[in-house]
């Protein structure tokens, strides 16, 4: 069975920078994409950034782009999500997902880490 286990979230002001972490485990690493996507309260779940872990490709929300970078450890079957120059909105649960790049690209995926919250105070 698939797990995706992520870490890195917490508090910080406008402005700084935190780094999530997410390890997969008892799956098909090399052959999809991985991504994150974030949910604040009372809103939809919205895509943040993915990867296609075979080709490096990433993709962004315009919302993040410049400031977020994804990036992966194929040795560690581990992505990353850079944040950088956080802001108020940033604010929401961050989950890591797994699955072909069809479904991560649409907003789905196979698998979902159990979410990391990220706090960003003005």
């Known amino acids: 069975q698939a797990q995706l286990v992520e870490s890195g979230g917490g508090s910080v002001q406008a402005g700084g920078s935190l780094r999530l972490s997410c390890a997969a485990s008892?799956?098909?690493?090399?052959?999809?994409?991985m991504g994150w996507f974030r949910q604040a309260p009372g809103k939809e779940r919205e895509g943040v950034a993915r990867?296609?872990?075979?080709?490096?490709?990433?993709e962004y929300a315009d919302s993040v782009k410049g400031r977020f970078t994804i990036s992966q450890d194929n040795a560690k079957n581990t992505v990353y999500l850079q944040m950088n120059g956080l802001k108020p909105e940033d604010t929401a649960m961050y989950y890591c997902?797994?699955?072909?790049?069809?479904?991560?690209?649409?907003?789905?995926?196979?698998?979902w880490g159990q979410g990391t919250q990220v706090t960003v105070s003005s």
């Open positions: 997902a797994a699955g072909s790049c069809a479904l991560v690209g649409a907003g789905r995926a196979n698998f």
């Open positions: 008892g799956y098909t690493y090399s052959s999809n994409c």
């Open positions: 990867i296609a872990t075979r080709s490096g490709t990433t």
